[in-house]
């Protein structure tokens, strides 16, 4: 028969499963431990003046380590589930965790999360939230005043397997994030990039993800930049091998908003106040722009499926507007130089724009309404304009235009033309090639194409050559050729199977050919 104090002795035992360790040295530190469960540990390290740490564990195998050094430290670590660690370490006046209505000092609900804190400066801020299993979560903070909390989010994760580290050298920066779902990452420990990294001053950075297996990782090297980075759905992409949004000098912004799934995109900035925005909802649509300069300016929204724009722009004041809506359309903007303008508008199905403008303040504007439309915009030198319109938006009729091809070639300065292959009739106009090709300066084209089946081509050589085409019906042939200064050339067919030439060498010339049936 066990005797009480045999009984009594088991007891005590028992209890005693759990580990805490406290080390306080100083003025007004304070320090609170509760374990209950089994095989819990608790090292608490406090040195300085006014510390405080609290720290509960609820389960099995948690495992919390926390160290202050400094002035005014803070902390709060909260563990319920099973092999759970926590790693904190703060140095310095002011620091927070969870203190002072800051939400979290890293709070772990559920089995196999990992937390890592490292505070190292003045006033830092950090928070960590995380339930589910196996997620695991990184603070690094080195400088003065820096936030990855406030009252907002400082990494917070629901669900499994998710990953997001953030770590800000300088002063005065933000950090916010927050995961809900399975296997999102902001890094990784293998190959992909931060989640958030921050260097230089007062930076601000947000990542959010809703979903599953979705990346995300911003990069910030200077001062005042800004970044946004939001995803709902499953495996979208604002990361990969490089940052969605990576951006070195100061006062850049940039944005990605994706939902839905398998969206990818990347906004690279080098240079001061660069602005890149990129909106992407639907299916497996894809964003890459790269500005190097400064005060440059991209949009780019897509919706639907298979979407793709790509935008380089390399100068200082470029603007680049993209919006793709539809199905597999394909956008590629390439301006170099100062001062240059795209805008490229997509509404249909597999339509296809190339623009290559080099210079100063260039102008393009491409519209593609309808189906399997080709337009190539070539413009170099200073203050050229080409308009290329295949379909438009006035009505449901000229909205569909299908299988037109239009390609502008612009060599020289203030050179200006325009490209119209719609139709206010019914069905639109399909299947019409244009050719513009000028070279010098001062040149004028205008090429309208209504119908179907038609075919024009313009050369220009020399300066203020002014060409006019009207091809209307179905099936003309068109062919202008200008070479020397202050030629004009106008050319109208209506009906159908009409064949004009035109060619005119030397200066001051004048044609005018009408044809109909």
């Not at 990294?197 to 601000?204: A, C, E, P, R």
């Not at 915009?377 to 050229?384: A, C, E, I, L, S």
């Amino acid at each position: 028969m066990l005797s009480a104090a045999t009984l009594m002795c088991g007891t005590i035992v028992f209890a005693q499963t759990n580990q805490s360790t406290v080390n306080q040295t100083g003025n007004g530190n304070g320090s609170g431990v509760i374990q209950t469960g089994l095989t819990n540990n608790s090292d608490v390290l406090q040195t300085g003046n006014e510390n405080n740490s609290d720290v509960y564990q609820s389960g099995t195998s948690n495992d919390s380590d926390v160290d202050q050094l400094g002035d005014l430290n803070q902390f709060d670590v909260d563990q319920i589930g099973t092999s759970n660690d926590a790693d904190v370490y703060q140095e310095g006046i002011g620091n927070l965790g969870g203190g002072s209505e800051l939400i979290w000092g890293t709070r772990q609900i559920g089995d196999n999360n990992y937390s890592y804190t490292k505070s190292f400066g003045e006033a830092n801020n950090a928070g960590t939230s995380q339930e589910g299993d196996n997620n695991e979560a990184y603070i690094n903070q080195t400088g003065n005043g820096n936030l990855a909390n406030g009252i907002n989010w400082g990494l917070r994760q629901t669900g499994d397997d998710n990953y997001f580290k953030t770590t800000q050298f300088g002063n005065d920066n933000t950090a916010i994030s927050a995961q809900t779902g399975d296997r999102n990452l902001g890094g990784d420990p293998i190959v992909l990039i931060w989640g958030i990294h921050q260097q230089g001053d007062q930076n601000t950075a947000s990542n959010i993800q809703t979903g599953n297996d979705n990346l995300s990782g911003t990069g910030q090297y200077g001062n005042l930049n800004r970044s946004t980075i939001s995803q709902i759905g499953n495996e979208n992409t604002a990361n990969g091998f490089s940052f969605g949004n990576y951006q070195v000098g100061d006062d850049n912004g940039a944005a990605i908003y994706q939902t839905g799934n398998l969206n990818d995109a990347q906004n690279t900035q080098r240079g001061d106040s660069n602005d890149a925005t990129t909106y992407q909802n639907g299916n497996s649509n894809l964003s890459r722009t790269l500005q190097i300069g400064n005060q440059n300016t991209n949009t780019t929204d897509q919706e639907e499926v298979n979407n793709d724009s790509n935008v380089y722009q390399f100068g200082n004041s470029n603007t680049s507007a993209i919006s793709q809506t539809g199905d597999t359309n394909k956008s590629d903007v390439d301006q170099i130089g100062d001062s240059n303008s795209a805008s490229i508008l997509q509404v249909g199905m597999n339509n296809n724009s190339t623009l290559l403008q080099s210079g100063n303040s260039n102008e393009s504007l491409v519209w593609q309404y309808g189906d399997n439309n080709t337009s190539t915009v070539t413009q170099t030198g200073n203050g050229n304009v080409s308009l290329v319109r295949q379909g438009a938006s006035f009505d449901v009729n000229t909205a569909n235009s299908d299988n037109n091809s239009s390609t502008v070639t612009q060599s020289g300065n203030n050179n200006w033309q325009s490209t119209d292959q719609y139709t206010d009739l019914a069905g639109g106009s399909d299947n019409n090639n244009s050719n513009v090709n000028q070279e010098g300066d001062s040149n004028y084209s205008f090429n309208a194409q209504s119908g179907n089946d038609h075919n024009s081509d313009v050369d220009q050589l020399g300066d203020s050559n002014n060409s006019k085409a009207w091809q209307s019906g179905f099936e003309q042939m068109s062919t202008v050729f200008q070479n020397g200064n202050f030629n004009e050339s106008t050319v109208n067919q209506s009906g159908n199977n009409h064949t004009s030439t035109v060619n005119q060498i030397g200066n001051s010339n004048i044609s005018t050919v009408t044809q109909s049936n």
